[in-house]
């Protein structure tokens, strides 16, 4: 009698679960951004997200600014990374549409759920420079990174989707949702986001579960390489924003900064924007429990990498 093979990743999700869900808690953009404004009173973020009380050469008023800016520049850092998602997983969708009719249409809401985040956070930025009076420097050419991160493997693509998805769930849960001290637009913003992310980041586990039951171990292996690979990308990305952000800073504030103040705000703020939008990630329970299923090395590689970036 034949035994049935152990799937390599165990979970508990479904494709109706997750449709079931994104129906129950489905939003519009203007829920959230009609008639509103932002704060500027009050930090949009919370510092483990942006590292700015750390930052000696700044007063109260100058880091609730740069607060602000990173908060602005994490909402395009968003729009900007997710870009890669929404071509990849309608193409999830489009492989078999005569199949299975509810990851059909489990999928092409997750699809079209990405392009109404970018759109919300867009919306937000523009915002964002009507309330600040001044426009924010931001890191151009999505389209491009978005063809650099879909010239990797499916799984590495997937992988990093989970990667992005599950920080998510962290971020709002673990630092925004209890913090009434920020502006309550901008943690508006985060939790629409996060209950619509949170089916996402269980359909990427469903896919990536199907998907390596197709792969060998090697070429699971070479996924981990170039999710790496595509982190030290995202890295160089969170530089070039940080630069933007210390400009916008020196416009708002009217102060221009020696060499070595531009030096600690880079090393403080970047020290931050690791952990959120790399190791915050690498580190997940999830992610962990994938990559551990996938690979034999994929966990020391990544313990490696997030040492390295923590550093």
């Known amino acids: 009698m034949a035994v049935e093979a152990k799937p390599i990743i165990s979970h508990s999700y479904t494709y109706q679960d997750c449709l079931d869900n994104s129906k129950r808690v489905s939003w519009k953009e203007d829920d959230i951004l009609a008639g509103k404004n932002f704060d500027f009173s009050k930090r949009f973020l919370p510092n483990k997200l942006t590292g700015v009380d750390e930052i000696e050469c700044l007063n109260d008023d ?32 489009l492989d078999d549409v005569y199949g299975d009719e509810v990851k059909l249409r489990a999928l ?15 919306r937000s930025i523009d915002l964002f420079g009507q309330g600040l009076g001044t426009e924010c420097g931001l890191i151009p050419g999505r389209e491009e990174v978005a063809k650099v991160v879909r010239s990797k493997s499916k799984l590495a693509v997937l992988l990093l989707t989970s990667v992005i998805e599950w920080f998510t769930q962290l971020h709002y849960i673990e630092h925004v949702r209890d913090d009434s001290d920020l502006d309550g637009l901008f943690r508006d913003l985060l939790r629409f986001h996060w209950v619509e992310e949170a089916q996402h980041a269980k359909q990427d586990m469903l896919l990536i579960s199907e ?28 530089a070039q924003q940080i630069g933007l952000n210390i400009e916008a800073l020196e ?20 020290r931050a924007w690791r952990w959120t939008f790399l190791v915050s990630g690498l580190e ?7 990559v551990g299923a996938l690979t034999t090395e994929g966990p020391g590689k990544i313990k490696d990498v997030v040492e390295a970036l923590s550093a």
Do not use: S, W
């Not at 880091?63 to 900007?80: D, E, S, T, V």
């Not at 809401?109 to 956070?121: D, I, N, P, T, V």
């Not at 792969?215 to 160089?236: P, Y």
């Open 108 to 122: 092409l809401r997750f699809a079209e759920e990405e392009l109404k985040h970018q759109q919300l956070f867009r």
């Open 211 to 238: 998907l390596a039951e197709k792969l060998t171990l090697e070429e699971r292996e070479t996924a981990i390489d170039e999710v790496i690979e595509l982190g030290g990308a995202i890295d160089g990305l969170l």
């Open 251 to 270: 416009k708002v504030t009217g102060r221009t900064f020696t060499a070595a103040e531009k030096e600690e705000i880079t090393t403080k703020t970047q």
């Open 284 to 290: 997940h329970p999830n992610v962990a429990k994938i």
């Open 62 to 93: 100058e880091k609730r600014r740069l607060n602000q800016i990173m908060g602005n520049a994490y909402c395009h850092i968003f729009a900007f990374v997710e870009e890669f998602i929404i071509p990849a997983i309608t193409e999830e969708a």
